[in-house]
């Protein structure tokens, strides 16, 4: 007898606790949540909880400290001070990204794997029809599906 093994599927895979984020939220507030429960990525969602963009750490690194570094500067905190200042008043939407690679729940993880590798990111939201944020797919994810067993390429 020959079995055969079905694609699996993201939504089987994804982590549902997603702390998700409003665009009119501060940066803040952002950094506040993304302490709190340790995450590196925030989905911003709109009123209707659809997905309209996603603030990383690396975005709010970027507001603290710009490129190029200023090298004229006698200290570092001099530009410290102000980026904070401009935190706690800033919105999520002024700083995330908006072209959000996205997967849907119903795609495939070696589909999913493949988008990961090809746009090099760490991680992914899964949405549904409507583009509400239901689940987030981090590379580690993916990787240990494919050393259990659940995923072959």
């Not at 009123?47 to 309209?52: F, I, K, N, T, V």
Request: glycine share 4%.
């Amino acid at each position: 007898m020959c079995y055969s093994l079905r694609p699996m599927l993201a939504v089987e895979l994804m982590k549902t606790h997603v702390v998700k984020i409003s665009e009119r939220a501060t940066l803040s507030e952002a950094i506040d949540l993304m302490d709190l429960y340790q995450t590196s990525a925030l989905p911003v969602v709109d009123s209707d909880d659809r997905l309209c963009g996603i603030l990383t750490e690396t975005d709010v690194m970027r507001l603290v400290f710009p490129e190029p570094f200023p090298t004229d500067m006698v200290s570092p905190f001099n530009l410290l001070s102000g980026s904070v200042r401009r935190i706690g008043v800033s919105h999520v939407c002024d700083y995330m990204q908006s072209g959000v690679v996205f997967v849907m729940e119903d795609c495939e993880l070696a589909d999913v794997a493949k988008i990961m590798i090809q746009n090099r990111l760490k991680r992914v939201p899964v949405l549904t029809q409507d583009r509400q944020v239901v689940g987030m797919l981090n590379r580690v994810d993916v990787i240990q599906a494919i050393f259990e067993g659940l995923l072959s390429l």
